[in-house]
C-alpha cells in the first residue's frame, strides 16, 4: 500500500468519524445542559431510539413519505415530549434519577421496537438528509471531504458547540442553569425558580436526544432497526463526564468515541491486521463499551468539576 492510498484511506476513515460523531455530539450536548442543572438523565438511549424511528418512519415510503425536515422535526417533538416526561418524573415527583432513567430507555426500547414491528413489519430505508458539498470549500483535497462533505445535521452539531458555550457562560439562561446545578437553595434565594430550570433543560436534552436518533437514522445511515442506537445513548452520558462538562472537551470526546466505534468496519474494508493476522470483529466492537467502562472509571477524578447538586432533588424551605 503506498503513501497516497494510506492518506486517502486516512481521509475516508476521518470523515466518517466527523459524521458518525453526530449523534455522540447531540445527544451528549444536551446532557451538558441537563446536567449542569443538577439532573442525570439516563433515559437518553430510549429517547434516541424513539427520535430514529419516529423520524424514518414519517420520512419512509412506509409512513408518510414526508420531507426530511419534517421527519427531523416529528423527532424533536418526541424527543422534547419524553424530556418532559423525566423531568415530571425526577423533578416533580422526585423519583431517583438513575432508576427513572433506566426506566425511561427501557421504555423507548420496547415501544420503538413495538411500533417497528406494527408499523413497518421489516427493515425501514429511506432517503435522508444528503451530503452537502460546499463550493471550493468541497474540492480541497483531503480536508475537503473531511469537513466540508457532510450533510446538514453534521455541520449543525458542531456549530452548536461554540453555541452552547456561549449560552452557559455568557448568558442569563446559562447563568441560571449553572447556579442551579451549584447551589439550588441559594438560586431559589436569588429568585430563580429551580424546578422550571430543570424542566427546561430535561425538555432541551430530550429534543437534543431525539435529534441525535434522527441523524443517526435519516442522515447517517439511513436505515432503521431494533436497537439500532447500540448503546450510544449511554456512551453520550459519558462523554459528558469524559469531557468535565465542557462542549469542547465533549466534541473532542465524541470524534474518539466515533473513531472507535467504527474500528470494526475500518478492519473489514480495509483488511486492518496485526501480525499478518486479521484482527476479531468482535473485538473491535468491544472497544468502545471497554473505552465507556475507562472513562467512568477515570471519571472519580473530574468530582471538583462535576455539578454540585447532580442527582440531588431540591424542595424549597430544605437545605
Sequence with gaps: MNNLNIVQIGAEALALAVLF??????????????????????????????????SIYVVSSKGLGADPVIGLLVAMVVGALLGLAMAVVSVTLQAEQGISGIGFTLFGLGLSTLLFKLLAGGVITARGFQ???????????????????????????????????WVLNKTTWGLQIRAVGQNPAAADAMGVNVARVR?????????????????LSIAALPVFQENMTEGRGFIAVALVYFGGWSPWKVMGGALLFSIANNLQYWAQNYNLQIAGSPIAPN???????VLTILVLVFARQRRRQEPAALTKPFTRGEN
Design 131 to 165: 451530503s452537502l458539498y460546499i463550493p471550493g470549500l468541497s474540492d480541497i483535497p483531503y480536508i475537503g471531504k473531511i469537513l466540508f462533505q457532510q450533510n446538514v445535521l453534521t455541520y449543525l452539531a458542531f456549530a452548536l458547540v461554540p453555541i452552547s458555550v
Design 283 to 289: 473485538l473491535l466492537l468491544m472497544v468502545p463499551y
Design 21 to 54: 460523531a453526530t449523534p455522540f455530539l447531540f445527544a451528549a450536548l444536551g446532557e451538558v445542559f441537563v446536567q449542569r442543572s443538577g439532573v442525570l438523565n439516563l433515559g437518553v438511549e430510549g429517547m434516541m431510539l424513539m427520535g430514529a424511528f419516529t
Design 199 to 215: 424542566y427546561l433543560t430535561l425538555i432541551f436534552g430530550g429534543m437534543m436526544a431525539g435529534v441525535a436518533g434522527a441523524s
